[in-house]
């Protein structure tokens, strides 16, 4: 089983309409959630992070954990063609010793495509 | 402008031969990171350095090596060793916003080829 999975893409949705992007980790010590976005050929940048059962708005983009469920996933509202991108899902544990840096395992990623 | 920089944005490699890619950070970060991403992958860590004269082997470091002689900077050799080179290479810093929330930012990152 991999550390973090995404689900399957790619995923194409109309714009204004709303993309669902799912990811599972299998570390139930995991602590912190990161979505990234990486348009092609270019470096992923932070959307949103959480790490708190529930969820986390900020502007059209929604985050949801369920630690239990060890299930976290992206919703993104009102989608746009400039949402089209590859999006990573990334988790962090503490290390072992409870050393203050974790390192991220990243998912292999969704490809979004929004179409007008 | 505060960021990370990366160079060279390509690199083309010959057989047998070592090249380094270079990483430069400005925003007072601590901990960096290298990642190498294959199509159609997610990032995988390489490398990693919490503070400087300290790093740590990620999930593939055979055939690479690093140094961490300058907060600022943190470059990563591609040796002989490593077979399969060709991958795109990202480099990161890091910045805690709370106890749990240590949050990457990346470099634009470097494209190697081998030739």
């Known amino acids: 089983q991999k550390e973090v999975e995404q689900n399957s893409g790619p995923l194409s949705v109309p714009e204004g309409a709303i993309a669902s992007l799912n990811c599972t980790y299998s570390?139930?010590?995991?602590?912190?959630f990161f979505w990234y976005r990486q348009y092609s050929g270019k470096s992923p940048e932070l959307i949103m992070s959480?790490?708190?059962?529930g969820d986390k708005e900020d502007g059209r983009f929604t985050a949801q954990l369920n630690k239990a469920s060890q299930y976290v996933s992206l919703l993104i509202r009102d989608s746009q063609p400039s949402d089209s991108a590859t999006y990573l899902c990334?988790?962090?544990?503490?290390?072992?010793?409870?050393?203050?840096?974790?390192?991220?395992?990243f998912g292999q990623g969704t490809i979004l495509t929004v179409h007008p | 402008d505060g960021g990370i920089t990366q160079s060279p944005k390509y690199l083309f490699r010959k057989e047998g031969q070592n090249v380094t890619l270079s990483c430069e950070q400005n925003?007072?970060?601590?901990?960096m990171y290298w990642y190498r991403q294959d199509p159609g992958q997610g990032l995988r860590l390489i490398y990693y350095?919490?503070?400087?004269?300290?790093?740590q082997k990620g999930d593939i470091a055979e055939g690479y090596s690093v140094s961490r002689e300058k907060k600022e900077s943190f470059p990563l050799t591609v040796t002989s060793a490593q077979k399969n080179p060709t991958a795109f290479y990202l480099c990161?810093?890091?910045?805690?916003?709370?106890?749990?929330?240590?949050?990457?930012?990346f470099g634009s990152g470097t494209q190697l080829s081998v030739l």
């Open positions: 990161a810093s890091s910045r805690w916003d709370g106890p749990f929330d240590e949050k990457l930012f």
């Open positions: 570390d139930r010590g995991s602590q912190s």
């Open positions: 959480i790490y708190s059962n």
């Open positions: 990334a988790v962090r544990k503490l290390e072992a010793g409870g050393t203050s840096y974790g390192k991220l395992t």
């Open positions: 925003l007072n970060h601590d901990a």
């Open positions: 350095s919490q503070i400087v004269n300290d790093f």
